[in-house]
T-cell receptor, first 111, second 113 residues
Framework: QKEVEQNSGPLSVPEGAIASLNCTYS??????FFWYRQYSGKSPELIMFIYSNGDKEDGRFTAQLNKASQYVSLLIRDSQPSDSATYLC???????????WGLGTSLAVNP | DVKVTQSSRYLVKRTGEKVFLECVQDMDHENMFWYRQDPGLGLRLIYF???????EKGDIPEGYSVSREKKERFSLILESASTNQTSMYLCASSLRGLEETQYFGPGTRLLVL
């Protein structure tokens, strides 16, 4: 089992829809969770981080963390073509203080 | 605004050459990272530095070394470049603590012939 898993996609959604991206992790001691966005040919940039169970909202983005089920999600409301990118999940695995990246989910928002 | 710069955007080298990739950050960050990114393999950590002259091996350190003589500068060295080191190399920096946001440079695309 991979330590951090993401569906590679591509996930295709129509403009204006909600895009839901998921990330599962194996280390129950994981403490902090990050979502990065990476446009083709560009570097990753942070969208959101979340440390506590529940939802965290920032504009059109909502991160959801469920430590009991060991997953973290990113919801993008009112998806725009400019949201088309690869979304990377980063987990700070607390037990050995290791940072683990998922392979990313490719999102395509169709006009 | 955090700025992380890398010395080259594109680099072409020959097998066996010694290659230096430089990264500079201007935000007084303690942590600096070197990654390589390959299709299907994602971001893989090569080396991590949490302070001047301090370094830790990442997941794939073989064939690489690093140098951090000043806080703002972190260099990645390929002692003898090989074709399997052809990749996109990304540098990042963050404040102390693995829970801190990483800020990435623009990347160096290295081709080893």
């Amino acid at each position: 089992q991979k330590e951090v898993e993401q569906n590679s996609g591509p996930l295709s959604v129509p403009e204006g829809a909600i895009a839901s991206l998921n990330c599962t992790y194996s280390d129950r001691g994981s403490q902090s969770f990050f979502w990065y966005r990476q446009y083709s040919g560009k570097s990753p940039e942070l969208i959101m981080f979340i440390y506590s169970n529940g939802d965290k909202e920032d504009g059109r983005f909502t991160a959801q963390l469920n430590k009991a089920s060991q997953y973290v999600s990113l919801l993008i409301r009112d998806s725009q073509p400019s949201d088309s990118a690869t979304y990377l999940c980063l987990v700070n695995a607390g037990n050995n203080r290791k940072l683990i990246w998922g392979l990313g989910t490719s999102l395509a928002v169709n006009p | 605004d955090v700025k992380v710069t890398q010395s080259s955007r594109y680099l072409v080298k020959r097998t066996g050459e010694k290659v230096f990739l430089e990264c500079v950050q201007d935000m007084d960050h303690e942590n600096m990272f070197w990654y390589r990114q390959d299709p299907g393999l994602g971001l893989r950590l090569i080396y991590f530095s949490y302070d001047v002259k301090m370094k830790e091996k990442g997941d794939i350190p073989e064939g690489y070394s690093v140098s951090r003589e000043k806080k703002e500068r972190f260099s990645l060295i390929l002692e003898s470049a090989s074709t399997n080191q052809t990749s996109m190399y990304l540098c990042a920096s963050s404040l102390r603590g693995l829970e801190e946001t990483q800020y990435f440079g623009p990347g160096t695309r290295l081709l080893v012939l």
